[in-house]
């Protein structure tokens, strides 16, 4: 059974950076993209990029380009999302999400609990 | 920001069929399939239709979708009060990003 743990809450204040994390179980790590989307309170979902685990290429969304980072570690199973330069619109919970390599870049079937983060001075 | 376009809500009492539409682009609908979530209140999304008609195990054939040229469409017929919840479509766009849609509050009255 595929399963993402996601690290738990954090509080960050402006301009600082976050980094979460997304352990992954039932499932070969390097045979599934993952993505990473933002839901700000009571609002829609937004892709925010996506890391494949086996070379680390990713692929961000522009309005984050430049300001996020996702890797993998291979050795832990363990995918991370880094935001930097945070301001109060960043507060939102973060979903790490998954799917098979095989389908091609596909809108995810397998989704973490998601990680709330706070931006607040 | 959301690309692709849903009503805010739709509503319909028990038993009754509602539809939700998704009108996208030629980049992101056009030439790729259609996925839609459902997202109950303080969970996760949880993928309710991939390549725009197909069920993953273990969601009811009362939830079904359909695509046309730019636009889709998730229909859930025989309308529970489990049903109760955001709905999403998402697709890939051909300019390398995952685009979702509005969202639509489904109220069953």
């Known amino acids: 059974e595929v399963q993402l743990l996601q690290s738990g809450a954090e509080v960050k204040k402006p301009g600082a950076t976050v980094k979460i994390s997304c352990k992954v179980s039932g499932y070969t790590f390097t045979d599934y993209y993952m993505h990473w989307l933002q839901q700000a309170p009571g609002k829609g979902l937004e892709w925010m990029g996506l890391?494949?685990?086996?070379?680390?290429?990713?692929i961000y969304a522009e309005k984050f380009q430049g300001r996020v980072t996702t890797t993998a570690d291979t050795a832990t199973d363990t995918a991370y999302m880094q935001l930097s330069s945070l301001r109060s619109e960043d507060t939102a919970i973060y979903y790490c999400?998954?799917?098979?390599?095989?389908?091609?870049?596909?809108?995810?079937?397998?989704w973490g609990q998601g990680t709330l983060v706070t931006v607040s001075s | 920001q959301s690309v692709l376009t849903q009503p805010p809500s739709a509503s319909g009492t028990p038993g009754q069929r509602v539809t939700i539409s998704c009108s996208g682009s030629?980049?992101?609908?056009?030439?790729?399939?259609v996925y839609w979530y459902q997202q109950l209140p303080g969970t996760a999304p949880k993928l309710l239709i991939y390549r725009n008609n197909q069920r993953p195990s273990g969601v009811p054939d009362r939830f079904s979708g359909s695509k046309s040229g730019t636009s889709a469409s998730l229909a859930i017929s025989g309308l529970r009060s489990e049903d109760e919840a955001d709905y999403y479509c998402a697709a890939w766009d051909n300019s390398l990003s995952g685009v979702f849609g509005t969202g639509t509050k489904v109220a069953v009255l």
């Open positions: 030629s980049s992101n609908i056009g030439s790729n399939s």
């Open positions: 999400a998954t799917d098979r390599k095989s389908l091609g870049i596909v809108p995810p079937a397998y």
């Open positions: 890391v494949d685990p086996e070379d680390g290429e990713a």
